[in-house]
């Protein structure tokens, strides 16, 4: 009998365990996504626009780069990858996509932010749950 009661005690905690770990790794992309915009603020400053691929900004590849749970440049083992869209001199939209373990956060998706700061997320909670 208590087999079956801590059997089932785990089945009720264990989605709130997994949301509460996918959105503890959100703070990853966040925070990688505002230092990008603060990069790219950076670089304009100095060359009157912004950069159009991410080695311009310090990272190992142009085009996307693999972040994981500490906020570091990975090969393998991302939770996200963050990439740059080329949206011409005067703009640019930096998004940080869910791979790996964290491609399950089906709720907030890939996170992105643009050079007005506007804040996003392609999943179903939005910018408000997921920002």
């Known amino acids: 009998m208590v087999m079956l009661l801590l059997g089932l005690l785990l089945l009720l905690v264990m989605p709130v365990y997994a949301e509460q770990v996918r959105k503890a790794r959100r703070v990853v992309a966040r925070a990688e996504l505002m230092q990008l915009a ?3 603020e950076h670089f304009f400053i100095n060359h009157r626009h912004y950069a159009r691929d991410l080695t311009a900004l310090g990272y190992s590849s142009p085009n996307v780069v693999g972040i994981d749970a500490q906020g570091r440049e990975v090969a393998t083992g991302a939770l996200y990858e963050v990439s740059l869209q080329d949206a011409g001199d005067y703009r640019f ?9 964290q491609a399950e956060d089906e709720r907030c998706g890939t996170l992105g932010i643009d050079s007005d700061g506007v804040r996003t997320a392609s999943g179903p909670g939005g910018s408000q749950d997921c920002w």
């Not at 939209?93 to 373990?101: D, E, Y």
């Open 93 to 101: 939209l930096a998004l940080a996509r869910p791979v790996g373990v």
């Open 38 to 40: 603060a990069l790219q």
